[in-house]
């Protein structure tokens, strides 16, 4: 091994994992050509890697890296974790639903709808209003009248207890 | 967005009012009035109604007996005895329609049904159910909305 060699040797590594430059590449290959000891190194370094090569590769057919990497993104989204307000912040930003252009017609059209349909529930209800207020009225054991009095809000249900009563409504 | 909240929190509001309405008690009121002809009484708590008996009916003293709060939720009667229990009442709440509860009333004497009605009441509405005889006169439920 010449002196230079203990420069080279340093490169060799570098070389052996194509990380040198045009510059080391030029000068480590020439010095190789003349270098029977720098040249068994680079060999063993090769017989090395061949070594290592099969066991790692079957190991890495052995690993579930999906698995290993749902685990991370995982991890990346707990550490993350947005608040629910951000959740729905971010999903409103992302929703077309939500943009202005859409809900704000969306809105004025529900609010045309909702004040039709008050409109209609007010007059069914007015209706309902209107209805009789008493519903059925009955009597195994006396004679039943039924008197509204509409201007005063006022109903009268009077049980006549004889056929002779006279206490009745005036 | 920021127009979008106030309106989901003002819409669950009303959700929550109109449900609270729909499934929450009835507060209505009973008063049991003597009307009879003698004397010229009219009880000062019956002032608002008195005109209204007075155009009806030609007794000349109406004496309040009794002022009952009623509370009454959807299909739970409510019993009241009158005259040291000849006489029960059973209101029921059967429906509620926005402002307009409905009610069973049954009105037995000595455990028999003299009456069974079903009565619509609105706030302002008074409902009069009279007729049982008492002593000198006759008896008077006034039914009214306190909704």
Not at chain 1, 128 to 145: F, G, P, R, W
Not at chain 2, 70 to 97: D, F, K, M, Y
Not at chain 2, 117 to 135: A, D, E, F, N
Request: proline share 4%; hydrophobic share 45%; with cysteine.
């Amino acid at each position: 091994m010449k002196d230079s060699c203990s420069s080279i040797l340093k490169l060799l590594e570098k070389y052996f994992d194509q990380e040198v430059t045009d510059k080391e590449r030029f000068l480590l290959e020439g010095h190789l050509q003349d270098c029977t000891a720098c040249q068994d190194a680079l060999k063993s370094m090769e017989e090395l890697r061949a070594l290592i090569k099969v066991p790692v590769e079957k190991a890495l057919q052995k690993e579930d890296f999906p698995w290993v990497w749902q685990n991370i993104e995982r991890q990346i989204r707990l550490q993350e974790k947005q608040t629910w307000w951000q959740s729905i912040r971010s999903w409103l930003d992302i929703s077309p639903l939500f943009q202005r252009k859409v809900w704000i017609p969306a809105v004025a059209t529900a609010a045309v709808l909702l004040f039709m349909t008050t409109q209609i529930i007010f007059k069914k209800n007015s209706s309902y209003l209107d209805a009789s207020v008493v519903e059925y009225v009955e009597s195994e054991t006396n004679n039943v009248m039924v008197y509204d009095l509409e201007k005063a809000k006022v109903t009268v249900i009077w049980l006549f207890e004889g056929p002779e009563e006279e206490a009745l409504p005036s | 967005m920021k127009r979008v909240v106030p309106l989901i929190i003002f819409s669950s509001i009303l959700f929550l009012l109109i449900t609270s309405i729909a499934f929450g008690q009835v507060q209505t009121r009973l008063r049991v009035i003597r009307a009879s002809n003698v004397g010229s009484n009219v009880d000062a708590s019956l002032r608002d109604v008195h005109n209204d008996l007075g155009s009806l009916f030609s007794f000349t003293s109406y004496r309040l007996l009794r002022d009952e709060p009623l509370s009454l939720t959807p299909n739970r009667p409510v019993s009241i005895s009158a005259r040291e229990g000849r006489i029960i009442i059973e209101i029921t709440l059967v429906g509620l329609h926005r402002s307009v509860a409905e009610l069973k009333i049954r009105v037995a004497r000595e455990g028999k049904d003299i009456l069974n009605t079903q009565i619509r009441l609105s706030p302002g509405r008074t409902v009069l159910i009279g007729g049982p005889k008492v002593r000198d006169g006759v008896i008077i439920y006034a039914f009214s909305a306190r909704f």
